[in-house]
């Protein structure tokens, strides 16, 4: 499985970013794709994630309301649209994926066997 992030940059705090990663390697109708972040100097922590069949979404709650995570089918690709950014929002951003991750470790990025080279994200006050 091959995870490639992109659509990083510098935006001032209230714009919108849309992160992009293409997924390849296998068929992922059964896996969980997932963002994570990390500041310098700070933990990773998940964002967001999806399941490939059905589409269920989960969230951080410190993003709800700002960031939406899709996905397309037919492009193998997995979006993170980020609005209202705030300078917290700063970090690289990573997709990951895996298709044994339940509910339970959803949101622990040590369930993913799979990772993306990571985005940087840039939120200027």
């Known amino acids: 499985v091959q995870l490639q992030a992109s659509g990083g940059g510098l935006v001032q705090a209230g714009g919108s970013l849309r992160l992009s990663c293409v997924a390849r390697g296998r068929t992922f109708s059964s896996y969980v794709m997932a963002w994570f972040r990390q500041a310098p100097g700070k933990e990773r922590e998940f964002v967001a994630a999806?399941?490939?069949?059905?589409?269920?979404?989960y969230y951080a709650d410190s993003v709800k309301g700002r960031f939406t995570i899709s996905r397309d089918i037919a492009k193998n690709t997995v979006y993170l649209q980020m609005n209202s950014l705030k300078a917290e929002d700063t970090a690289v951003y990573y997709c990951?994926?895996?298709?044994?991750?339940?509910?339970?470790?959803?949101?622990?990025?040590?369930?993913?066997?799979?990772w993306g080279q990571g985005t940087q994200v840039t939120v200027s006050s």
């Open positions: 999806i399941r490939w069949s059905g589409g269920y979404t």
């Open positions: 990951a994926a895996d298709r044994s991750v339940i509910l339970s470790t959803l949101r622990v990025g040590a369930g993913y066997d799979y």
